[in-house]
């Protein structure tokens, strides 16, 4: 019986054609990078470096919704400007691996800001909106994410994302938790939407 191909295996078939091993992309080095840059056939090298950022991309999605969105949109936007032939192969193949470097850079994110992942994708949900951080400070965001993933952590059930009640009840907890920080009140209702998308996404290791 034939086996359905998974994009995984889509990344390796076009690694393999490229006579190149599969990295791990949050220790993406710059020789790699050089190594993609320089292939021979230069649409070989954008397509192994889209589908590269793409399963990276799914990957993030399932721990930090607003850094996959960003990246997701920045892959989009690069894409649809090689397709609409706006820019030319090479200059992709340039905006790829910056995008590659943007990504490794971001998996540091959270040790320079003394944050585990869970934390980290807490605060970029309250750090999405720019006014935020003005007004809150990086300190201060980092204490409520800690603080956020604490208390939704302990209250997390195993249908919560199925119980209106027990949603209801994180959103109240996160509310208050924001309004206790002095959270921005004209930015609260998109950052306890985001918080809770985010919870949704972990709940899995959480309840488990």
């Known amino acids: 019986m034939s086996r359905a191909v ?3 295996d ?3 078939d076009v690694f393999s054609a490229a006579g190149l091993k599969r990295p791990d992309i949050s220790i993406l080095s710059d020789e790699f990078l050089a190594e ?5 056939h230069k649409n070989v090298a954008a397509e192994l470096l889209e589908k590269l950022l793409r399963d990276e991309i799914r990957t993030r999605s399932r721990r930090n919704v607003v850094q996959a969105r960003a990246f997701s949109d920045m892959l989009r936007t690069t894409m649809n400007a ?20 943007e ?34 400070g990086v300190t201060e965001l980092k204490v409520i994410a800690t603080e956020l993933v604490t208390n939704v952590r302990q209250s997390v059930t195993i249908d ?16 208050r938790i924001l309004r206790k920080h002095g959270y921005p009140p004209d930015l609260q209702a998109e950052a306890t939407k985001l918080v809770l998308e985010q919870a949704e996404v972990l709940c899995a290791d959480w309840a488990a």
């Open 6 to 8: 998974s994009a995984s």
């Open 10 to 12: 889509e990344v390796i």
């Open 36 to 40: 993609v840059a320089g292939l021979k």
């Open 82 to 101: 090689y397709h609409n032939r706006a820019i030319a192969t090479h200059e992709i193949i340039d905006e790829l691996i910056r995008l590659a470097k």
């Open 103 to 136: 990504m490794r850079e971001a998996t540091k994110r959270g040790k320079d800001l003394g944050l585990n992942d869970d934390e980290l994708a807490f605060y970029d949900a309250l750090a999405q909106n720019e006014s935020a951080v003005q007004v809150m």
């Open 160 to 175: 919560w994302t199925v119980r209106e009640s027990a949603r209801a009840k994180i959103r109240v907890m996160v509310r």
